[in-house]
């Protein structure tokens, strides 16, 4: 099973920029695609971005320009570089890895990030 580690949340003010990693374990990074997700309190969970084993990216409408996501296959890690925060962008972020040879999802724990106005 994949577990995987996020990382690189925190407190920063509107306009500022935060990358979050996401390390995993396993064998099979290379042939996974990779997603972010967000949950803000009282909000469902909703879909960030993804990158195809490929490197075929997709963004959410609400993200498109602001936010990069990228993979290092070497690292078994994918990133979310993401700029011109601003306070809807305040959520817990999580990293999602889906097997297409397994047809099995994982999740991560969850990392915090926190934009101030």
């Known amino acids: 099973q994949v577990q995987l580690v996020e990382s690189g949340g925190g407190l920063v003010q509107a306009g500022g920029s935060l990358r979050l990693s996401c390390a995993a374990s396993g064998s099979r990074f290379s042939s996974n695609a990779m997603n972010w997700y967000r949950q803000a309190p009282g909000k469902q969970r909703e879909f960030v971005a993804a990158i195809t084993s490929g490197g075929i990216t997709k963004y959410a409408d609400s993200v498109k320009g602001r936010f990069t996501i990228s993979r290092d296959n070497a690292k078994k890690t994918v990133y979310l570089q993401m700029n011109s925060l601003n306070p809807e962008d305040t959520a817990v972020y999580y990293c999602?890895?889906?097997?297409?040879?397994?047809?099995?999802?994982?999740w991560g724990q969850g990392t915090q990030v926190t934009v101030s106005s």
């Open positions: 999602n890895a889906f097997d297409p040879a397994t047809i099995t999802t994982n």
